[in-house]
């Protein structure tokens, strides 16, 4: 009796190892399986998620270029105000209009209020060098020209940044909102689209000039 | 037509200066066993190792200042503060759109219209322009022409073909000293000792040298076609205004003469094909001109 039960033991023993060493099959393909998806999900988090923080970073950066040329043109206003005095000492208004914009713009808070001012700035500038028509004496003075080429030129590298800006918001908007990186932006709790740069109300206005 | 992102690009090129650099790697140490085995057998070892080390010290040296290399041999000089602010001004607001650091800007001195970016990623890129472009184009234009510059920067186009200007020149220099050689040691060993040596090595090494520079150029062409296009594309998306790219090709193939003294082996870096030869057709560097400005305008 012992014997048999040992030997049902043994064949017991066996049977079930036979049935372990078929379950260990099994199971390694489940377990290569489940490791795989696993491995997928996170490298699909890890992708989502460091887009996500990249574009959120890229737009602030882009912001960051606007200012740095918003910063240039309110340092050159000075210059500009210190040039053109001497030639147009009657047009008070417009150089008012000037340095008054470029206060404002320094001045203000947040973005909403600084788009604005520098709006206006940018009006304010466009008057001026469109009355310094009228001087030629100014025209031909070369810091005059100097100032405008740099006033110029910022003014095309504002618009560049601001495209460049408006690009990187939609890409963020775009990856935030759209399937599946909308779960993951929840995830990062970064939900709120960031704002266009749009054309301020003042900039739309054509250039008032009194001859 | 496929359509190509940028990121594909990019990760493209930088594959393709991995695999042009090897590419050279092997072909100038089996170029230089051939000549080993040929004119001082029992140093072939010697031989191979020093050559080897020097290959290895000029690829490092055209990664790290190929781009240097490059401005020298075009005799392009530091943009002036003052003098092109207005070109520094341009450079500087289409890395703007573009989102790329500021690259250094070089002027060329010359009468034909031209421009070429060399560097070897974005942050150490600069963009060399002729003074007949200044002088030539208005702001929209020269911003178009930029604008192209700019996109080969950003899709590491530059570093892919520095590499290869650096390399042609390189390989032009070994198989011209190496037909040179050939034909002095045929001479001088006729007399004594006629026919010693290996003549299928000698052959084979003959035709390496013929063919190489050759069959580098035309790789050259090839590739850079396609990279025209797709700058030309890039820089619209950039300046939002494939007028003023387009009126600028006009005006360069209206005026320009084609004489522009540069070296074959920068000729492909350039925004059009800086010298104009009878050899064109066969491997011209750049798309024609017309297709280009055909392709601008239907945007």
Same mark, same amino acid.
């Given at each position: 009796m012992r014997l048999s039960i040992s030997e049902r033991l043994i064949g017991q023993t066996t049977s079930i190892t036979i049935e372990v060493k078929q379950l260990t099959f099994v199971e390694l393909l489940f377990t290569v399986f489940v490791t795989f998806i696993a491995l997928f999900f996170v490298a699909l988090l890890l992708y989502y998620v460091n887009r996500i923080i990249v574009y959120y970073n890229t737009v602030d950066n882009a912001w960051a270029q606007i200012d740095v040329q918003l910063k240039k043109r309110a340092d050159l206003v000075p210059n500009l105000v210190e040039t053109v005095k001497g030639y147009m000492a009657h047009e008070k208004d417009a150089i008012r209009m000037v340095t008054e914009a470029r206060e404002r713009m320094l001045r203000a808070g947040d973005a909403k209020e600084r788009i604005k001012a520098e709006g206006e700035l940018t009006t304010a500038l466009k008057t001026i060098f469109a009355i310094s028509e009228n001087y030629p004496a100014l025209r031909a003075s070369e810091n005059f020209k100097l100032l405008q080429e740099q006033l110029d030129g910022i003014e095309s590298k504002i618009a560049y940044a601001r495209q460049f800006y408006n690009d990187s918001v939609l890409r963020f908007n775009n990856a935030i909102s759209t399937v599946p990186g909308r779960w993951f932006a929840r995830l990062l709790g970064k939900t709120t689209p960031k704002e266009f740069f749009g054309i301020t109300e003042e900039e739309k206005k054509p250039v008032k000039v009194e001859f | 037509m496929e359509r190509v992102s940028f990121y594909d690009q990019i990760s493209k090129n930088k594959r393709k200066s991995v695999l042009l650099v090897t590419l050279i790697f092997l072909f100038l140490v089996s170029l230089i066993y051939i000549i080993a085995v040929i004119f001082a057998p029992e140093l072939t070892l010697i031989f191979l190792l020093l050559a080897t080390t020097l290959i290895i010290v000029n690829i490092y040296f055209s990664y790290s200042y190929g781009d240097q290399i490059v401005l020298k041999a075009t005799n392009a000089r530091p943009a002036d503060e003052r003098e092109h602010i207005y070109l520094i001004n341009t450079v500087e607001g289409l890395s703007l759109a573009a989102g790329t650091p500021k690259p250094k800007v070089y002027v060329i001195d010359s009468d034909e219209m031209n421009a070429f970016a060399t560097g070897n990623s974005p942050d150490k890129a600069s963009i060399a322009v002729t003074t007949g472009l200044l002088k030539n184009l208005n702001r929209s234009e020269l911003e178009g022409v930029i604008g192209h510059e700019m996109s080969h920067i950003k899709n590491y186009d530059i570093r892919y073909m520095t590499l290869v200007a650096s390399f042609v020149g390189l390989v032009a220099i070994i198989s011209f000293l190496l037909l040179r050689s050939y034909r002095v040691t045929r001479f001088s060993k006729s007399g004594r000792e006629? #026919?010693? #040596?290996f003549p299928l090595l000698l052959i084979v090494g003959f035709v390496l040298a013929v063919f190489a520079p050759i069959a580098v150029r035309l790789v050259q062409a090839a590739i850079s076609r396609r990279r025209e296009f797709l700058a030309d594309a890039s820089s619209v998306e950039l300046t939002r205004y494939p007028e003023g790219l387009a009126s600028a090709l006009e005006k360069i193939k209206n005026m320009n003469k084609g004489n522009m003294g540069v070296s074959e082996a920068v000729s492909h870096l350039f925004f059009t094909d800086p010298v104009k030869s009878p050899l064109d057709e066969l491997?011209?560097?750049? !798309? !024609?001109i017309e297709e280009r400005i055909r392709i601008l305008r239907s945007m």
């Amino acid at each position: 009796m012992r014997l048999s039960i040992s030997e049902r033991l043994i064949g017991q023993t066996t049977s079930i190892t036979i049935e372990v060493k078929q379950l260990t099959f099994v199971e390694l393909l489940f377990t290569v399986f489940v490791t795989f998806i696993a491995l997928f999900f996170v490298a699909l988090l890890l992708y989502y998620v460091n887009r996500i923080i990249v574009y959120y970073n890229t737009v602030d950066n882009a912001w960051a270029q606007i200012d740095v040329q918003l910063k240039k043109r309110a340092d050159l206003v000075p210059n500009l105000v210190e040039t053109v005095k001497g030639y147009m000492a009657h047009e008070k208004d417009a150089i008012r209009m000037v340095t008054e914009a470029r206060e404002r713009m320094l001045r203000a808070g947040d973005a909403k209020e600084r788009i604005k001012a520098e709006g206006e700035l940018t009006t304010a500038l466009k008057t001026i060098f469109a009355i310094s028509e009228n001087y030629p004496a100014l025209r031909a003075s070369e810091n005059f020209k100097l100032l405008q080429e740099q006033l110029d030129g910022i003014e095309s590298k504002i618009a560049y940044a601001r495209q460049f800006y408006n690009d990187s918001v939609l890409r963020f908007n775009n990856a935030i909102s759209t399937v599946p990186g909308r779960w993951f932006a929840r995830l990062l709790g970064k939900t709120t689209p960031k704002e266009f740069f749009g054309i301020t109300e003042e900039e739309k206005k054509p250039v008032k000039v009194e001859f | 037509m496929e359509r190509v992102s940028f990121y594909d690009q990019i990760s493209k090129n930088k594959r393709k200066s991995v695999l042009l650099v090897t590419l050279i790697f092997l072909f100038l140490v089996s170029l230089i066993y051939i000549i080993a085995v040929i004119f001082a057998p029992e140093l072939t070892l010697i031989f191979l190792l020093l050559a080897t080390t020097l290959i290895i010290v000029n690829i490092y040296f055209s990664y790290s200042y190929g781009d240097q290399i490059v401005l020298k041999a075009t005799n392009a000089r530091p943009a002036d503060e003052r003098e092109h602010i207005y070109l520094i001004n341009t450079v500087e607001g289409l890395s703007l759109a573009a989102g790329t650091p500021k690259p250094k800007v070089y002027v060329i001195d010359s009468d034909e219209m031209n421009a070429f970016a060399t560097g070897n990623s974005p942050d150490k890129a600069s963009i060399a322009v002729t003074t007949g472009l200044l002088k030539n184009l208005n702001r929209s234009e020269l911003e178009g022409v930029i604008g192209h510059e700019m996109s080969h920067i950003k899709n590491y186009d530059i570093r892919y073909m520095t590499l290869v200007a650096s390399f042609v020149g390189l390989v032009a220099i070994i198989s011209f000293l190496l037909l040179r050689s050939y034909r002095v040691t045929r001479f001088s060993k006729s007399g004594r000792e006629g #026919g010693r #040596g290996f003549p299928l090595l000698l052959i084979v090494g003959f035709v390496l040298a013929v063919f190489a520079p050759i069959a580098v150029r035309l790789v050259q062409a090839a590739i850079s076609r396609r990279r025209e296009f797709l700058a030309d594309a890039s820089s619209v998306e950039l300046t939002r205004y494939p007028e003023g790219l387009a009126s600028a090709l006009e005006k360069i193939k209206n005026m320009n003469k084609g004489n522009m003294g540069v070296s074959e082996a920068v000729s492909h870096l350039f925004f059009t094909d800086p010298v104009k030869s009878p050899l064109d057709e066969l491997y011209a560097t750049h !798309p !024609p001109i017309e297709e280009r400005i055909r392709i601008l305008r239907s945007m």
